[in-house]
């Protein structure tokens, strides 16, 4: 179906200029940072920029300790290992500090979320997330601590940048005793009851990657309150030589370090946070102004969250849902007036050159993961091998995957340009 010459969308012209989900926004500043590391020298994985990026970005979310990392699935993936080796102990080298370990881990996520588990040989056990913030539900989570009472480790991600209910989320941790990772990734500058996410993990994470809400090209960091944590997290991303005159190890190393060309470009940004949140947050308004009238919503904030608006995302009534199928690979719909689907709206903003997103396709229902566990707040945990989640089942998870989308968030998207936006959507609708 090509919406450009579908009547419905008729007078519609296309984007001049690409309108992006989240794009890179540079001010000049980076520039200078890039340039001044080349200039001195410090082409390297030490120098002035990264210094001041660890510096900036624990005095601004409040930790004692960061450590600069390649990206965040890095900074995930020794968050992960640290507090797997401080709950088991040092494995056998060669294996995974969470070798045949449950791991509770947010289900409706990216999946650089999930994939340090397995690579130190845990087992991700996936908790459902909840309508009121799109994140883990602390109901399931409690249930999940019922059917599987040892486990020690949870991972949570705040998605889309609004916090996770963090105090029921730690109070059930704290309860069973267990320890908490908390992929910050895409929530720089958000705050749950006035304080900053990145704060609340035993060991806690940002991204720098090019989508989110300042960036680096790539890049992320390491956030901790312990600086033996930040010690062996510094050692193990610069392949663990030991303080020796030679090259000795007595760990397993790896090269995960930032790159200072790199911190260059988020110490560039850092300036700019907070007017890129402003910039997202009157996106969101504009959203929530221009679709009003559509049986929509947009992805909720909890009252005691501030987010930093990094996406806007839609979600669709269930009786505005147009006629659908969805495959693993494919899918297909019928338009209605009066009603549309994800796919549709999808399709016709990109005919006219607008980039959205699906929802992150939860954990429990990827390929990969069919063999993992998978708890809701009703209590039941099944596999999708198992044939779950049956018919009529409670996953909010899937729910959200099924009606919501995520619209063209770019803080340097034009109120014209997303009042065109609001215009295809509606005509999705007519
Ligand atoms: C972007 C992202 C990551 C990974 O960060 P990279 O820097 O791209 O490795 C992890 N978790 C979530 C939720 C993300 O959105």
């Known amino acids: 179906m090509n919406y450009r010459n579908d009547p419905r969308f008729s007078g519609i012209e296309p984007f001049e200029r690409t309108c992006w989900l989240s794009s890179p926004t540079m001010h000049g500043k980076e520039q200078e940072w890039v340039d001044d590391a080349i ?56 294996h995974g500090s969470l070798e045949g370990k449950r791991v509770f881990c947010s289900d409706m996520t990216f999946e650089a979320t999930v994939n340090p588990i397995l690579y130190e040989g845990g087992i991700p056990v996936f908790i459902d997330t ?13 249930k999940a601590f019922e059917v599987f009472p040892d486990v020690k480790l949870v991972v949570i991600a705040h998605l889309y940048g609004t916090p996770t209910k963090i105090d029921e989320i730690k ?14 990734a895409e929530s720089l500058g958000s705050t749950y009851n006035g304080i900053q996410t990145g704060t609340f993990g035993d060991a806690s994470i940002i991204s720098f990657n090019g989508n989110k809400i300042i960036t680096g090209s790539s890049g992320g960091i390491f956030l901790c309150d312990s600086e033996e944590e930040a010690k062996k997290i510094r050692k193990w991303s610069t392949q663990s030589r030991e303080d020796t005159p030679w090259y000795l190890h007595e760990e397993l190393g790896y090269n995960y370090r930032m790159s200072n060309i790199i ?37 909720p904030i909890p009252a005691n969250c501030v987010p930093n608006y990094w996406l806007t995302c839609l979600l669709i009534e269930d009786s505005a849902m147009a006629d659908f199928y969805r495959g693993d690979r494919e899918e297909h719909w019928n ?29 429990h229902q990827q390929p990969i993961y069919k063999n993992h566990e998978f708890v809701t707040a009703d209590g039941k945990c099944t596999t999708a091998k198992e044939g779950a989640p049956a018919e009529g089942r409670l996953d909010v998870g899937a729910d959200i995957f099924r009606r919501g989308l995520c619209l063209p968030s770019d803080n340097k998207m034009t109120a014209e340009q997303q009042d065109k936006v609001i215009e295809i959507i509606h005509r999705c609708f007519a």
Not at 41 to 67: F, H, L, M, P, Q
Not at 71 to 81: E, M, Q, R, V, Y
Not at 284 to 297: C, H, I, K, M, T
């Open 39 to 94: 200039r001195t020298n410090w082409v390297s994985t030490v120098g002035a920029n990264i210094d001041e990026v660890e510096k900036a970005i624990a005095e601004k979310v409040g930790r004692k300790y960061s450590v600069g990392l390649a990206s965040g699935t890095a900074a995930l993936h020794l968050a992960i290992k640290f507090l797997g080796e401080k709950l088991y102990g040092k494995p056998i080298v060669g």
């Open 130 to 142: 909840e309508v009121e913030s799109w994140n883990m539900d602390p109901v399931a989570l409690e």
């Open 171 to 184: 109070a059930i941790c704290n309860e069973h005793g267990a320890l908490l990772v908390e992929d910050a």
């Open 263 to 299: 911190a260059g470009v988020v110490r560039g940004q850092l300036p700019y946070l907070e007017e890129h949140i402003a910039q997202k947050k009157a996106i969101r308004e504009r959203y929530a102004q221009g679709l009003a009238d559509l049986p929509v919503s947009l992805n």
């Open 335 to 363: 338009s209605e007036s009066g009603k549309s689907c994800p796919g549709e709206i999808l399709s016709a903003l990109k005919a006219f050159g607008a980039e959205g997103r699906p929802i992150w396709k939860p954990m």
